[in-house]
């Protein structure tokens, strides 16, 4: 019987969209945090971290504000579930400018190569590991 040496599978585009997701979700929810509680930007609910959202102002399907740290904010499971985001509420948060300029560049196509996407899950991994020293 002949040996056949395991090669490494590059991994899976979803598994790395997932991966990012997941990350980026952490840091966005901790890196207003204070003591482990933060804020929903529409409602003002304040709760431990993970106990809520990263809430996405343009939807998350557009990639090109996917994750955008100026689109996705804190938000309560009530505010970004039950209240479809509360996109108007949102708004007044980020304001005139900032609310047009992610609506302008969530229309805008961009297709991430996996490189991309690794180098940003290694950098909020970085992230989240110095927020979570200091939370």
């Not at 343009?58 to 209240?83: A, I, L």
């Not at 950098?123 to 590991?129: C, P």
Request: hydrophobic content about 35%; some cysteine.
């Amino acid at each position: 019987m002949r040996y056949m040496a395991k090669v490494a599978k590059k991994p899976l585009r979803k598994n790395l969209i997932k991966e990012l997701d997941t990350v980026f979700s952490q840091f966005i929810r901790l890196r207003y945090a204070k003591n482990e509680i933060a804020e929903c930007v529409t409602c003002g609910k304040k709760d431990h971290w993970k106990k809520l959202q990263a809430g996405h102002f343009m939807s998350r399907s557009n990639y090109s504000t996917r994750w955008d740290e100026n689109n996705v904010q804190v938000q309560c499971v009530g505010c970004n579930v039950y209240k479809s985001g509360e996109q108007y509420k949102y708004s007044l948060y980020l304001g005139n400018n900032l609310s047009e300029e992610l609506y302008i560049k969530s229309k805008q196509i961009v297709k991430f190569a996996d490189v991309e996407l690794i180098d940003m899950i290694d950098y909020y991994k970085q992230q989240v590991n110095v927020l979570l020293k200091f939370s």
